[in-house]
Nanobody, 120 residues
Framework: VQVVESGGGLVQPGGSLRLSCAAS????????IGWFRQAPGKGREEVSC????????YYIDAVEGRFTISRDNARNTVYLQVNSLKPEDTGVYYC??????????????WGQGTLVTVSS
C-alpha cells in the first residue's frame, strides 16, 4: 500500500501548481483524503480534506479561496490545485488517506511528500 505525491516545485509568488496524490493497491474514492503541509522549522498543519462523497470539503482559513481539492476517480488520483501562492505557502505537502472515512480521524496512510517552494 503506497501513497505518492507529485507536482511540487519552485514557483514565484502569485504562481500556481497542481499537486497530485496517487495510490497503488487501493482506490482513493473509498476514503477521506487530506492534504497537510510542513513549513521549514514548523510542525505539520492541516490544509484541506475531502470525504469520499466530496460533499464536505474543508480548508484552513489561510488557503480558502486559493486552494482547491478535487478527485479524479478514473485516475485514482486526488489533486490539490494551489493558486495565488505566497512565500508562506512554502513547505512539504503531504497526502493522507483516512481509512476510517472521516477527515483527520482514525488510521492514516501518509505519502512521502512533495516540496513546494514559493520564492522570487
Amino acid at each position: 500500500v503506497q501513497v505518492v505525491e507529485s507536482g511540487g516545485g519552485l514557483v514565484q509568488p502569485g504562481g500556481s501548481l497542481r499537486l497530485s496524490c496517487a495510490a497503488s493497491e487501493f482506490t482513493l474514492d473509498e476514503y477521506a483524503i487530506g492534504w497537510f503541509r510542513q513549513a521549514p522549522g514548523k510542525g505539520r498543519e492541516e490544509v484541506s480534506c475531502t470525504r469520499s462523497d466530496t460533499e464536505n470539503i474543508y480548508y484552513i482559513d489561510a488557503v480558502e479561496g486559493r486552494f482547491t481539492i478535487s478527485r479524479d476517480n478514473a485516475r485514482n488520483t486526488v489533486y490539490l490545485q494551489v493558486n495565488s501562492l505566497k512565500p508562506e505557502d512554502t513547505g512539504v505537502y503531504y497526502c493522507v488517506v483516512f481509512l476510517g472515512g472521516t477527515c483527520f480521524r482514525g488510521l492514516e496512510i501518509w505519502g512521502q511528500g512533495t516540496l513546494v517552494t514559493v520564492s522570487s
